[in-house]
């Protein structure tokens, strides 16, 4: 993050957090758990999976109450068993998007592999504009598992926040994009145009994307603690994933259960006391952004 001003002013001025819901609207359960934490005021903002089934139900609230904070969660792949969704587009077997079942790609691997370029970015404009249309105004851009950061589309995911006016998330480094794994091999090399053309556009990189710790070998405040004391200078975006109980037992059993440890542990009073206390700024992507313009203090 650029800003202007003396050294001593920029070491004064505290980290930018925005702690954010990924999947919302994937199932029931991730849009309650989403609608109780912002209104608790425990997350900034909810990445909405416009493919999925539950997406209306989100929409609808996101148009009663514009202050949910509702940004898009760009879709490329769907990784669960049986659990499955298909693009808004008509893609053919040419497009590469979809598997011999018409669902999208289960890995970014296989996107990688098989999606054709330009049947990504007709899926990609497809969900923005599903989102538009549902009379939402997004909060921020994303990508679910990190799909559009591949190598191949990411350039076509800048084009289309900059084509849109979208407050992208997009990393400084790949090294700082949490959910790289997902990615298997990439270089920076592929990601300084996009930069580029971002900052040139107004836009802040995120200097850290942290996302929700997958494994139970510790407590939860332990494990969620260590990923709050991971939040350094410039802009950071958690990538959190809270589920209520109910469905997502069986359409995640393997890790259903930390998604559900990170709901209750969210909006517990102990340790929302504790986020609260720490010395950032909070807010949405767009928010943050906002405020970081120039002339806008």
């Known amino acids: 993050m650029t800003i202007v001003g003396r050294s001593d002013e920029r070491e004064t001025i505290p980290p930018s957090v925005v702690v954010n819901i990924d999947d919302v609207g994937m199932c029931h359960g991730a849009n309650q758990a989403y609608l109780e934490l912002r209104r608790l005021g425990a997350v900034d903002s909810g990445s909405v999976m416009v493919p999925c089934p539950w997406f209306l139900e989100i929409a609808e609230a996101g148009v009663l109450e514009p202050g949910l904070n509702l940004g898009i969660h760009l879709t490329l792949t769907s990784e669960k068993r049986h659990y499955r969704w298909r693009p808004l587009t008509k893609a053919t077997a040419a497009s590469g ?9 289960q890995s970014v691997a296989e996107l990688r592999r098989y999606a054709h370029p330009d049947a990504v ?7 923005v504009e599903t989102f538009l249309a549902a009379g939402l105004t997004p909060s921020h851009i994303d990508g679910h598992m990190g799909g559009v950061f591949s190598p191949e589309f990411v350039d076509r995911y800048v084009a289309l926040c900059l084509e ?34 971002l900052i040139a556009a107004g836009g802040i990189l995120a200097c850290r994307a942290l996302e929700t710790p997958w494994h139970r070998r510790e407590p939860a405040p332990d494990r969620y603690r260590n990923l709050y004391e991971q939040i350094g200078p410039g802009l950071n975006f958690l990538c959190l994933h809270a589920n209520a109980v109910g469905e997502i037992e069986a359409i995640e059993p393997d890790t259903a259960q930390i998604r559900i440890e990170e709901f209750e542990l969210l ?10 206390s720490l010395p950032v700024r909070r807010g949405s992507l767009r928010e943050l952004m906002a405020a970081d313009r120039p002339g806008s203090q």
Request: proline share 7%.
């Open 267 to 276: 909006k517990d009073p102990t340790f929302r006391s504790w986020a609260d």
């Open 121 to 127: 970015e007709a899926e990609m404009r497809a969900q």
């Open 164 to 197: 849109f006016d979208l407050p992208a998330l997009f990393p400084a480094t790949i090294a700082a994009y949490g959910p790289k794994h997902n990615l298997g091999e990439v270089d920076q090399d592929s990601y300084t145009n996009g930069a580029d053309r």
């Open 97 to 105: 998007l979809t598997d011999r079942y018409g669902f999208m790609w």
